[in-house]
C-alpha cells in the first residue's frame, strides 16, 4: 500500500476514534503556508487540531518522536492561520491531539503539546 493511501485510511480510522469520543469534525487536510493540519475537531467549545501518524512498523514511542518541535512550531502555525479566517471560533479554547494508528492498536493522546507563550 502506497503511504498516501495508509495516511488516508489513518485519518479515516482516527476520525471514527474522535466521532466515538465526541468530537465532531469540521475539516481534514488544512493547509497553510506553513503546513498541514490532518484533522480540526470540535469538543465542546474547545477547537482540537489533530496530527495524525499511521504506522505499523514503529512503536508509539517512535512515533511520539515523529511530532518534534518543528513539526509542532508547522502545526501551531497553521491553527492561527485557521483560526484567522474562521472568526466562528473566537473566544474558544484550543488543543493540539495527537492520535497514533498502528496495525492493531490507536492511541489518542489529548494535548500532545501545546503553544510555548
Known amino acids: 500500500m502506497n503511504r498516501s493511501k495508509a495516511g488516508r ?3 479515516a480510522r482516527a476520525m471514527l476514534v474522535l466521532e466515538q469520543a465526541g468530537l465532531k469534525i ?8 506553513y503546513g498541514e493540519i490532518d ?6 467549545e474547545i477547537v482540537v487540531f489533530v496530527e495524525v501518524k499511521s504506522w505499523t512498523s514503529f512503536g508509539v514511542e517512535d512515533l511520539q ?30 488543543r ?15 494535548s500532545a503539546f501545546e503553544e510555548e507563550t
Open 9 to 11: 485510511q489513518g485519518e
Open 26 to 33: 469540521i475539516a481534514r487536510n488544512v493547509h497553510s503556508l
Open 39 to 44: 484533522l480540526i475537531a470540535l469538543d465542546g
Open 65 to 94: 518522536n515523529s511530532v518534534d518541535k518543528k513539526k509542532q512550531v508547522r502545526i501551531i502555525e497553521t491553527a492561527k492561520d485557521f483560526l484567522a479566517n474562521h472568526s466562528e471560533f473566537d473566544g474558544f479554547s484550543i
Open 96 to 110: 493540539f491531539d495527537v492520535v497514533f494508528i498502528g496495525s492493531r492498536k490507536v492511541t489518542h493522546i489529548l
